[in-house]
C-alpha cells in the first residue's frame, strides 16, 4: 500500500516583528501534523526563525518600486513553504529582494549575522535561488529528519555549547 506524502504547506505573512514568531509556529504545527520527529523539528523551528529574519530585514521594497500612500509605509511580504522530502523537510523562504544571501563573518560579540552559518551547520543542504516575477530571491535549506552528529557536538565557546544549544539561545533571545 503506498502512502501519499502529504501536501506542501504555504504561508504568506506581512514583513513585520511578529512574523518571525508566526512563522515559527506554523512550522512546529505542520511539521507535528505530518508526524516529523522532535529532534527535526526542534532544527526546523532555528533555521525558519534564522531565514524568515534575514527575509524580513530584506522584504521592504525599494521606495522607487512601490506605490505610497499618504501617511502609510509600505510593508513587504515574505513567504514561508514546507515541502516533505525523501531526507527530512524542505523549508523556503522567499522575499521580494533581489540580492542574493552571503554568509557574514562576525565576532564573537555581534548580535547578528550568524543565520546563513546556522544553516549551513545545521541542513543537510541549502541554497538560493531569483525570483524573477515579482522580482525577488527564495532561500532553501533542507532539514534531516534527524539531527546531524556535529550540531550535537561541543564548538567553540565551551563545554556543552553546541551548535543545537547556540541557534536556541539566540532564537530565545530574539523572542524577549
Known sequence: ???VPPPP????????????AWARRHTIDVLQHWRFPVEGIEVARLLVSELATNAI????PPASTTARYAGD??????????WPTA?????????PDPRLPTPQTSDSYATGGRGLLLTQTMANRWGYYPEPSPPGKTVWAEIPTQPKNEITSPVGGGPGITALVMGQVLTALREL
Open 1 to 3: 500500500m503506498n502512502q
Open 9 to 20: 504547506s504555504e504561508l504568506t505573512l506581512a514583513a513585520t516583528a511578529n512574523a518571525v
Open 57 to 60: 530585514q530584506h522584504a521592504h
Open 73 to 82: 509605509a509600505a510593508i513587504g511580504t515574505i513567504v514561508l513553504k514546507l
Open 87 to 95: 531526507r527530512g523537510v524542505l523549508v523556503a523562504v522567499s522575499d
